[in-house]
């Protein structure tokens, strides 16, 4: 076994115990961000996609290196949104602003908004 | 190891460390925005510096250099466009569908690894293949299996079990044949090989998760997610990359604690629910409750005098609501009561929606503030003090019946509605959930059932108020 093996799997193991004691501090209310903030990250894959491009050389290369690059810019990009579209959801109290049009109706205010922010 | 190679590691370190700090903001709603921020400068900062190393390095082609920027940036126009303007009702769907691309990529990363050095002087190293052909399992099985969650969040595959015949002895041999496939892999170098494995794990990953119930969703996802999350990390041993490796072993973490979570919840074990068979989810066979239980309803003038001088009222949203598209009208409602000084609040269960915390998002989209969203531990002692719990579209949840052992849902975690003074119950019908057994709050004397769509039913409600009590 090499070194070099030897230092990422103590990473993976190490990284793999950061993250049980990070998340598991997470309340139950935030599991659907979480989990699509988790997805985003995931999409680090993009890193690897883009590392094919290293020695493509060839068709079948090309061809990987596309789809690839596509399917994780997709993740990154669309992770990334929508997490944040959520978050910005979550209120602490109904904006001052706003009650009036929240409590009248929650679908009509909810364009307007989202095109202010 | 020259001098840029490393420091361009430490800067992949650098990106690691904003996806941790990012994660652990995630911790509190007041500080989960930044939290996405950071996690996204450490995105952007790991894309940054890949671009420097291939610019560095000088040997990507021109048609190099088209194929990954072209694909990039049609792929981040869907990802974008799909993030704008999904429902968020469909939310399960759409981490369905990033889960089976980033698994998808996974793969293909491992896949290309393994056909560069196959042809490559010196060949494939041992010690790489291992984590080539684990990733490449798992990337497979996760993108098929994904794909098929997503259609039948989507409803395009049917929510029920599809259970073919023979199902789990084609299961068993295509694992063996992936497997065994694997494993001559280890002794020679073998491009027949990997696509055997490819294709039986791209074929197990649809017959995994075609048997599921739609029901079990919220576990199958965050399993599925666990799987995208160690099969990135895989694809790290195989590009030597760190950020891959940590990013990926976080993802297969926050998953792996969620599968727990979610089936704990459903009071039933992983296997249980990936052999199938229990959840039929959406199905509503309608039945009466056992004879001796005597079954009140309630119309809407009585339902909303009951909550209108009630002093502490919990709503308890369930799927149904979510279905019926009700929760902008029970958050009016809500609005409404608390405009009067009634104190209200939300009892979430965990397994509330199709995903975990699904229904804390539907609410927030409603624009009730999260101080009102209560997890069960902490509302359930708090139903001995309400005077009204209204239960919208939810069921088995709320069966006292899990209470005692030998049933269904024995022993599953509920929220204990039957503690309050009077219960309204809304409802289409006396249809089961998914467990498919009786509810014995409809039967207990402080419950009246209020039958509508949910939709409806508040509509009602809260109008009642209004034209009743002003």
């Known amino acids: 076994m090499s070194t070099a093996l030897v230092t990422d799997l103590t990473i993976f193991v190490l990284a793999l115990l950061v993250g049980i004691e990070v998340i598991g501090k997470v309340p139950a209310t935030l599991h659907t961000p979480l989990m699509s903030a988790a997805n985003s990250i995931h999409?680090?894959?993009?890193?690897?996609?883009?590392?094919?491009?290293?020695?493509?050389?060839?068709?079948?290369?090309?061809?990987?290196?596309?789809?690839?690059?596509?399917?994780?810019?997709?993740?990154?990009?669309?992770?990334?949104?929508?997490?944040?579209?959520?978050?910005?959801?979550?209120?602490?109290?109904?904006?001052?602003?706003?009650?009036?049009?929240?409590?009248?109706?929650?679908?009509?205010?909810?364009?307007?908004?989202?095109?202010?922010? | 190891m020259n001098s840029f190679t490393t420091n361009i590691q430490l800067v992949y370190v650098l990106a690691a460390a904003c996806f941790v700090v990012g994660l652990h903001l995630m911790n509190s709603p007041a500080t989960a925005r930044r939290g996405n921020q950071v996690s996204t400068a450490g995105m952007i900062i790991a894309v940054v510096i890949t671009l420097i190393l291939l610019i560095h390095e000088g040997t990507v082609t021109a048609l190099g250099w088209t194929v990954l920027i072209v694909g990039s940036l049609l792929g981040s126009a869907a990802g974008l466009w799909s993030a704008r303007t999904?429902?968020?009702?469909?939310?399960?769907?759409?981490?369905?569908?990033?889960?089976?691309?980033?698994?998808?990529?996974?793969?293909?990363?491992?896949?290309?690894?393994?056909?560069?050095?196959?042809?490559?002087?010196?060949?494939?190293?041992?010690?790489?293949?291992?984590?080539?052909?684990?990733?490449?399992?798992?990337?497979?099985?996760t993108f098929t299996g994904s794909l098929i969650a997503a259609g039948k969040l989507q409803g395009i595959i049917t929510g029920n079990p599809v259970m073919i015949k023979g199902g789990r002895a084609i299961n068993v041999a295509l694992a063996v044949v992936a497997l065994g496939s694997a494993a001559f892999m280890l002794t020679t170098a073998s491009l027949p090989a990997l696509l055997l494995v490819v294709l039986a794990s791209l074929a197990f990953?649809?017959?995994?998760?075609?048997?599921?119930?739609?029901?079990?969703m919220p576990v199958v996802i965050s399993l599925l997610n666990a799987f995208t999350g160690t099969a990135v990390a895989m694809a790290g041993f195989v590009v030597n990359n760190w950020a891959l490796i940590i990013a990926g072993a976080l993802v297969g973490a926050s998953g792996g604690i969620l599968t727990k979570l979610m089936a704990d919840a459903m009071n039933r074990s992983l296997g249980n629910i990936m052999l199938g068979g229990f959840g039929t989810g959406d199905s509503a066979i309608a039945a009466p409750v056992a004879g001796d239980a005597q079954i009140r309803s309630i119309a809407a003038d009585d339902a909303a005098i009951q909550l209108a001088y009630a002093s502490k009222v919990i709503i308890v949203p369930g799927y149904g609501l979510a279905a019926a598209q009700a929760q902008h009208g029970a958050a009016e409602l809500a609005a409404l009561l608390e405009s009067r000084g009634v104190e209200v609040s939300y009892a979430i269960h965990p397994v509330a929606g199709r995903m975990p915390g699904h229904m804390n998002v539907l609410l927030a989209e409603a624009n009730v503030p999260y101080p009102q969203l209560k997890e069960m531990e902490e509302i359930n002692p708090e139903f001995g003090r309400a005077d009204v719990a209204l239960v919208i579209g939810a069921n088995d949840v709320t069966n006292p019946a899990a209470r005692r052992p030998g049933n269904a849902i024995s022993g599953m975690p509920i929220l204990d509605v039957?503690?309050?003074?009077?219960?309204?119950?809304?409802?289409?019908?006396?249809?089961?959930?998914?467990?498919?057994?009786?509810?014995?709050?409809?039967?207990?004397?402080?419950?009246?059932?209020?039958?509508?769509?949910?939709?409806?039913?508040?509509?009602?409600?809260?109008?009642?108020?209004?034209t009743l009590v002003g």
């Open chain 2, 205 to 216: 990953g649809v017959l995994m998760v075609l048997p599921i119930g739609g029901a079990d």
């Open chain 2, 86 to 141: 999904v429902q968020m009702t469909a939310m399960p769907q759409l981490v369905s569908m990033f889960n089976a691309v980033g698994g998808g990529a996974a793969a293909l990363v491992a896949i290309y690894g393994y056909i560069h050095d196959e042809s490559a002087p010196g060949g494939v190293l041992g010690s790489t293949t291992v984590f080539t052909v684990l990733d490449v399992i798992i990337g497979s099985v």
């Open chain 2, 418 to 466: 039957d503690q309050a003074k009077s219960i309204i119950v809304v409802k289409r019908s006396m249809g089961h959930g998914y467990a498919g057994m009786d509810n014995e709050l409809y039967g207990n004397p402080k419950t009246s059932m209020y039958f509508a769509d949910a939709k409806k039913a508040v509509a009602e409600m809260t109008s009642a108020v209004k």
């Open chain 1, 43 to 117: 999409g680090i894959v993009l890193v690897g996609a883009m590392l094919i491009g290293l020695t493509a050389h060839n068709a079948v290369g090309y061809i990987l290196a596309f789809v690839a690059a596509f399917f994780a810019a997709a993740n990154v990009v669309g992770g990334y949104v929508v997490t944040g579209r959520m978050l910005k959801m979550f209120r602490r109290k109904i904006p001052a602003a706003e009650p009036a049009k929240a409590q009248l109706n929650g679908q009509a205010s909810k364009q307007p908004q989202e095109v202010q922010r």
